[in-house]
């Protein structure tokens, strides 16, 4: 769990306004907990996590100040971008990100509460499954949900996968999922102030890839 754990994701204040360097710093971890599944074909969403980080951070960059906050970078582009909005620069790879950010919260989630399949209780296929249907599976056309069902065969078991989070230290179970649920606290408030952000400024599109 030491993955996650060394880079947690901080409290929200009472506004649930996202700083936006905070957000980057913690967010830049995500992408190697992929390789913790231990196949390749879980590339794509690393490569389409970490592409996204790379366009907000380069807006950011690109004026700190104006883009102190993720709920900036949205109100100021609605109003650069007018009519194009929000299928556009920062807002639309946020918009992808948190998706991806969800489909690893509700994993986590689904670990945690010891959701599994009973007949086979040591692999994660079932958790994985959950969280693509509900995170992800609407937003892909049929080819992308292809390479999604090919994903969870090579699915790892989940004391391999556990170990993996851990970084290869001698945990058990139950200590790696009491630090999954401590992680889980703050990257879940925060991903939900995301999504009830693009809900209240009609952000939120629904096409599929």
């Known amino acids: 769990m030491a993955l996650l754990m060394d880079h947690q994701f901080v409290p929200l204040p009472e506004s649930k306004e ?24 879980f590339g ?6 970490s592409g996204n980080i790379t366009k907000i951070k380069a807006i ?41 950010l969800r489909f690893i919260q509700l994993m986590l989630q689904s670990l ?25 599976k609407r937003y892909h056309g049929w080819l992308v949900q292809k390479i ?20 290869g230290q001698e945990v058990t179970e139950e200590e790696c999922l009491a630090q999954v649920r401590q992680f889980l606290v703050n990257f879940t408030a925060t991903i939900d102030a995301i999504f009830e952000m693009f809900i209240a400024m009609n952000a939120e599109l629904d096409y599929s890839v």
């Open 18 to 41: 996202v700083d936006t360097k905070t957000f980057l710093d913690s967010v830049s971890y995500i992408p190697p907990f992929f390789d913790c599944l231990g196949s390749k074909v």
């Open 44 to 49: 794509p969403v690393k490569s389409d996590i």
């Open 60 to 100: 950011y960059d690109s004026d700190p100040e104006k883009y102190g906050t993720l709920q900036d970078i949205l109100m100021t582009e609605k109003v650069k971008y007018g009519a194009e909005w929000p299928k556009v620069g920062g807002t639309l790879a946020l918009m992808w990100l948190k998706r991806g």
């Open 112 to 136: 945690a509460d010891g959701e599994k399949d009973e007949n086979n209780p040591n692999l994660i296929r079932f958790n994985i499954t959950k969280a693509y249907e509900q995170a992800l």
């Open 148 to 167: 999604f069902k090919a994903a969870l065969v090579a699915a790892p078991y989940k004391s391999d996968f556990l170990k993996a989070l851990s970084k």
